[in-house]
């Protein structure tokens, strides 16, 4: 049973840091891309940033390009997105999700097992 646990949420000030963990069980991680969505109240889920299986391919959305950086170990079975210089439009859950896909896709249909999210607020 494939299972994908996040950690890292909190609350932080504006221009402050944060780094997510997605940490994924029966699984074979390195064989699949991985990604990283956002969610608001009355809003669609958003794309944040994918992974290649490798890690060696990376796609970020444009609202977070420069700012945060998505990366893997897998060795560790886990992806990571590093946030810095966060914005209060930041403020979300965060979700991370395995591809049904070996290289990176920005297409939420395509993943196939999402975790339970984690909650980021960024204060102003």
């Known amino acids: 049973q494939v299972q994908l646990v996040e950690s890292g949420g909190g609350l932080v000030q504006a221009g402050g840091s944060l780094r997510l963990s997605c940490a994924a069980s029966?699984?074979?991680?390195?064989?699949?891309?991985m990604g990283w969505f956002r969610q608001t109240p009355g809003k669609e889920r958003e794309f944040v940033g994918a992974?290649?299986?490798?890690?060696?391919?990376?796609s970020i959305a444009d609202s977070v390009n420069g700012r945060f950086t998505i990366s893997r170990d897998n060795a560790k079975n886990t992806m990571y997105l590093q946030m810095n210089s966060l914005k209060p439009e930041d403020t979300a859950v965060y979700y991370c999700?395995?591809?049904?896909?070996?290289?990176?896709?920005?297409?939420?249909?395509?993943?196939?097992?999402w975790g339970q999210g984690t909650q980021v607020t960024v204060s102003s």
């Open positions: 999700a395995k591809s049904s896909t070996a290289g990176w896709t920005r297409i939420s249909s395509l993943y196939d097992y």
């Open positions: 992974i290649n299986w490798s890690g060696a391919g990376t």
């Open positions: 029966g699984v074979t991680f390195s064989s699949y891309a």
